[in-house]
């Protein structure tokens, strides 16, 4: 979104094809019967000035979260430091993590300044009989087996997607060899982690009476070797606030266990947050999401790649880490490139 706001702006006629149902990819929330759960990205940091400035188009969506004091935990929950590696404001996207880049989609489409279709997977990429040197991409709804489409006209292509997933187009199209062998190329040294999440709901907690359920914190990292992160979903900006918390798994644990069955990953991350936090109350909602790319650990090293040959490009926030901030750089600078 971040690059197809910057083609837009530059004039180009844009169109987005999101695969899944709404924005924001790992900027995602899930809604329940209990509240919202931030399940991917937990907040953001702001340190581009432009990232800044574009915060500043929707200031009601981009809110601070006191919760930026971040815990550091050991593997009994003790408390061994009170603050981040780094003193700076955390924020969240309210009133959920996807809603940034659902206001910043939606502003596009309403402008007219670009089309959006959500649910709609891009399967393979081909030239263009009707435009020489542009592409048509052959596209499928998410949920249909087979039922197929092509859109065409295109100038350019960008992928904004993991670098597997990027791989793996470029491998179905045929453009993983001649021009396109050095992007390939160039993706095979990115290595992503994945992550099991966990979501957990106590709403008997809030009743009249009670003492405080767990800690005191909101939010924490932990050297369990099961739980890296742990947050109190009712502590940010404009939540429900039922006790609910997001606790994401250690990389390393969810290599190791990616494809365990989600029954046995949620009880065994239930049994560590209860040691972590000393919450042994049974959850009335208890369920895990997958991640198959989650948090970078070696990143491409540059904003984008681009092909001048193919006119295809690549972004994402991979190529420069795995924060947020640096999954908009990314988009940012290709859209600048290009335009």
Same mark, same amino acid.
Not at 147 to 154: D, K, M, P, T
């Given at each position: 979104i971040a690059c197809a706001r910057a083609l837009a702006q530059a004039g180009c006629q844009v169109t987005v094809f999101e695969k899944s149902r709404g924005y924001g990819g790992r900027m995602a929330t899930r809604q329940t019967e209990f509240g919202s759960? @931030?399940?991917? !990205?937990?907040?953001? /940091?702001? =340190?581009?000035?432009?990232?800044?400035? $574009?915060?500043?188009?929707?200031?009601?969506? $981009?809110?601070p979260w006191s919760a930026n004091s971040v815990r550091v935990l050991d593997a009994l929950g003790h408390v061994v430091a009170d603050a981040p590696l780094r003193r700076e404001a955390h924020y969240v996207a309210a009133p959920g993590m996807n809603a940034l880049v659902r206001t910043w989609a939606q502003a596009l489409a309403a402008q007219g300044s670009a089309q959006v279709q959500l649910h709609t997977r891009v399967v393979r990429? %081909?030239?263009?009989?009707?435009?020489?040197?542009?592409?048509?991409?052959? /596209?499928?709804? &998410?949920? !249909?087996?087979? $039922?197929? %489409? *092509? &859109?065409?006209?295109? @100038?350019?292509v960008v992928l904004a997607m993991p670098h597997p997933q990027v791989l793996e187009l470029l491998q179905a199209s045929g453009l993983d060899q001649g021009a396109g062998q050095g992007i390939a190329q160039a993706l095979s040294a990115v290595t992503v982690a994945p992550c099991w999440t966990l979501m957990l709901a106590f709403p008997n907690a809030m009743q009249p009476g009670l003492p405080h359920l767990g800690p005191q914190w909101n939010a924490a990292r932990s050297t369990h070797h099961r739980i890296s992160w742990l947050a109190r979903e009712g502590s940010k900006p404009r939540r429900e606030h039922i006790e609910r918390w997001t606790v994401q798994a250690s990389p390393a644990w969810s290599a190791e266990h990616i494809g365990d069955a989600p029954e046995r990953v949620t009880a065994k991350l239930l049994k560590a947050f209860?040691?972590? /936090?000393?919450? =042994? &109350?049974?959850? %009335?909602?208890? *369920?895990?999401? =997958?991640?198959?790319? $989650?948090?970078?650990? /070696?990143?491409l090293g540059q904003p984008y790649l681009w092909s001048p040959e193919l006119n295809l490009g690549v972004c994402g926030d991979w190529c420069l880490g795995h924060r947020v901030e640096d999954a908009f750089v990314s988009g940012l600078e290709l859209g600048l490139a290009i335009a």
């Open positions: 759960f @931030d399940h991917g !990205a937990q907040y953001f /940091t702001v =340190r581009d000035e432009r990232f800044a400035q $574009a915060l500043q188009d929707t200031p009601d969506v $981009a809110v990429i %081909s030239a263009d009989p009707i435009h020489p040197g542009g592409w048509q991409l052959h /596209t499928q709804d &998410a949920n !249909a087996e087979g $039922a197929q %489409s *092509v &859109a065409g006209g295109f @100038d350019q209860a040691e972590v /936090t000393g919450i =042994r &109350a049974e959850p %009335s909602h208890a *369920v895990v999401h =997958r991640w198959l790319y $989650a948090q970078t650990q /070696t990143p």
